[in-house]
Structures are given as structure tokens and as C-alpha cells.
T-cell receptor, first 112, second 111 residues
């Protein structure tokens, strides 16, 4: 049983560019959440997708957007990249609101 | 802003010793989860304790939850070098879907 997978593993972009990160949830999970983790800090919630809709959003600007597909996989898009967007982006999947969220290995984004 | 705060920020122990870390949070919760992270990789789920539970065990892990004090503790018994990692508590607030993380406790187990 595959766990949560994310691609790519690493990514280097320059300021102003756009990036798309991808996530496949654990088998049987229908909910995907995205988190941003800056160096030395805990993960910060970006948003959560359920039934192909954004169910909740954290305190992130509109430059951060997402999508969930019918097979429950998800994408995170970040436009107009800033240096401060450099971080580890984590995807988590779950089944049910109160259940455990299982995390993928993350995508390390570096913005130069 | 982060909901939870772990204490201490860092912990160094000898192999075989026990490691205890604490987590305090601010709002009412549905559950509290503990995660481990090795060297900036993905988070590994360790244990989930629900708001109506007071203590839970999983292998060498023991978690307690005191909702009246809004605090939790994670005890790792008989530590091993492989336990070297950062440990995070994450709360699932009431009427909320997200997990709110603290800044973590960095544990170093010396051989």
C-alpha cells in the first residue's frame, strides 16, 4: 500500500516564476491538505481539499492556489514566487475530519 | 501563528535514557497528534490522542493529555540513536479541519 507521494522532490525557481507541486494521497483517503514548513519552524496550514473543492484556507495570499482531481490527487500552485516562498511543502492525506493526517516526503522549493 | 508550543526546544540524552517533551496549546481541541521528522524530510505520524482520552501507549511511546491545562506530553522510553529527530505536536481544533503545529523539540540521542 503506497503512502502519500509528492513530486518533484526538489525544485529551484527564480523570483516571479510560477511553480506546480503534485501530491497523490494514501489509498482510501479522500482529503488532501497542504502545509508550508520554513527552516526551523513547524508546518503552517495552507489549505485543504475535499470533494474537489477548497474546504478551508490558512493565512496565505491568493498567489497560493490548488486543485483536487476526481482521483483525489492534488496540485499546489504558487504564482509570482518570492524569496520567502522557499520552504519544504508538505502534502497530507486523511479520511474523515478527525482522523490522522499522513504526510508525504515533501517538496523542497528554493527560490533564487 | 502557531497553536502549540513544545518544550524544551532541544534535548540531548544518552542512549537508553528516557526523553520527555511537552506541548501546550491555546484553544479547545478534537484531538492532538505527535509527529516525528528526520532531517527536514516528511513527517511520520506517531500517535493520536482524542480529547476524551487521558493517556495512550504505542510501543516505547507514552502520550498524556490534560485538556484542563491544555497540555500534552510525549515520553520515549529506552531511547535509541534512531530516535534522533525533531518531534512536533499538532492540534486539531474544534470546528476546524487543519492541524496547528508547534515549532518542535529537537531530540539528540548520543551513543
Amino acid at each position: 500500500d503506497a503512502g502519500v507521494t509528492q513530486s518533484p522532490t526538489h525544485l529551484i525557481k527564480t523570483r516571479g516564476q510560477q511553480v506546480t507541486l503534485r501530491c497523490s494521497p494514501k489509498s482510501g483517503h479522500d482529503t488532501v491538505s497542504w502545509y508550508q514548513q520554513a527552516l526551523g519552524q513547524g508546518p503552517q496550514f495552507i489549505f485543504q481539499y475535499y470533494e474537489e473543492e477548497e474546504r478551508q484556507r490558512g493565512n496565505f495570499p491568493d498567489r497560493f492556489s490548488g486543485h483536487q482531481f476526481p482521483n483525489y490527487s492534488s496540485e499546489l500552485n504558487v504564482n509570482a514566487l518570492l524569496l520567502g516562498d522557499s520552504a519544504l511543502y508538505l502534502c497530507a492525506s486523511s479520511s474523515g475530519v478527525l482522523d490522522t493526517q499522513y504526510f508525504g516526503p515533501g517538496t523542497r522549493l528554493t527560490v533564487l | 501563528s502557531q497553536q502549540g508550543e513544545e518544550d524544551p526546544q532541544a534535548l540531548s540524552i544518552q542512549e537508553g535514557e528516557n526523553a520527555t517533551m511537552n506541548c501546550s496549546y491555546k484553544t479547545s481541541i478534537n484531538n492532538l497528534q505527535w509527529y516525528r521528522q528526520n532531517s527536514g524530510r516528511g513527517l511520520v505520524h506517531l500517535i493520536l490522542i482524542r480529547s476524551n482520552e487521558r493517556e495512550k501507549h504505542s510501543g516505547r511511546l507514552r502520550v498524556t493529555l490534560d485538556t484542563s491545562k491544555k497540555s500534552s506530553s510525549l515520553l520515549i522510553t529506552a531511547s535509541r540513536a534512531a530516535d534522533t529527530a525533531s518531534y512536533f505536536c499538532a492540534t486539531g481544533p474544534l470546528n476546524d479541519y487543519k492541524l496547528s503545529f508547534g515549532a518542535g523539540t529537537t531530540v539528540t540521542v548520543r551513543a
